[in-house]
């Protein structure tokens, strides 16, 4: 998955809309995200991450807390993200819940709440809706949850660890699902058991010879 385009409106620490070109970095490394303390370079990872699950990058920061404190009641808070995966191009737009003013003339100066909502535009032109809709749609493109994607996709600060003390078998399930290898293992266990039927089988018959001879002296 390569970022096209990313922008934040009343996101994190940016108070109003905030556009990132990500194209203009091209298709061939790795991007180094770097600035002062407070710059905002986590918030672009929680962007990301939150555009595609719903969720920030980190496990200390959840969606209620992501709308700008500093931002005017009347800007909206959302993310909005176009990508790049298996050369066809996606676009997809949530915004959490959060409070904003009434729209409606005899409530003015009141706030009400403003739903969370999510949607993905696919490359047939089609629209997927809903926020559970749209968590499954990510899931079956990406082939990893949000958990997985935050360990290898992108390390946001203070994570990089976490990577590095996972266990084997958390390991292995990551790499599964990202070089799509659960079938050898499905043909893995299949061979295993054939092979337990066929030792069964085997023993039984060393058995049945054993009694056989024993018979002749």
């Known amino acids: 998955m390569r970022p096209l385009y990313l922008e934040m409106s009343a996101f994190g620490p940016y108070a109003d809309v905030t556009k990132l070109d990500m194209d203009k970095l091209g298709n061939k490394?790795?991007?180094?995200?770097t600035g002062d303390t407070g710059a905002g370079k986590?918030?672009?990872f929680d962007g990301i991450t939150y555009a595609l699950y719903g969720e920030a990058s980190g496990s200390n920061r959840t969606s209620a807390m992501l709308r700008c404190r500093y931002a005017r009641p009347d800007i909206a808070t959302y993310v909005e993200m176009e990508f790049e995966l298996r050369g066809e191009k996606y676009r997809i737009r949530r915004n959490p819940e959060y409070m904003r003013p009434s729209k409606r003339g005899q409530s003015e100066g009141r706030m009400?709440?403003?739903?969370?909502?999510?949607?993905?535009?696919?490359?047939?032109?089609?629209i997927v809706t809903g926020i559970s809709n749209v968590n499954?749609?990510?899931?079956?493109?990406?082939g990893l949850d949000k958990n997985q994607f935050?360990?290898?996709?992108?390390?946001?600060?203070?994570d990089f660890m976490k990577l590095?003390?996972?266990?084997?078998?958390?390991?292995?399930?990551?790499?599964?699902?990202?070089?799509?290898?659960?079938p050898y293992l499905q043909l893995q266990e299949q061979l295993k058991k054939?092979?337990?039927?066929?030792?069964?089988?085997?023993k039984d018959d060393e058995k049945s010879i054993r009694q056989y001879l024993a018979e002749v002296r």
């Not at 499954?136 to 990406?142: A, D, H, P, Y």
């Open 29 to 33: 490394g790795i991007y180094l995200i």
């Open 42 to 44: 986590t918030t672009i």
């Open 112 to 126: 009400t709440k403003e739903p969370a909502r999510a949607e993905i535009s696919l490359p047939d032109g089609s």
């Open 136 to 142: 499954r749609q990510v899931i079956e493109l990406m």
């Open 150 to 158: 935050t360990q290898i996709s992108m390390i946001a600060q203070g």
């Open 164 to 182: 590095l003390l996972a266990g084997t078998n958390q390991r292995m399930e990551i790499f599964r699902e990202i070089f799509n290898t659960r």
């Open 194 to 202: 054939e092979a337990g039927t066929l030792y069964n089988a085997i």
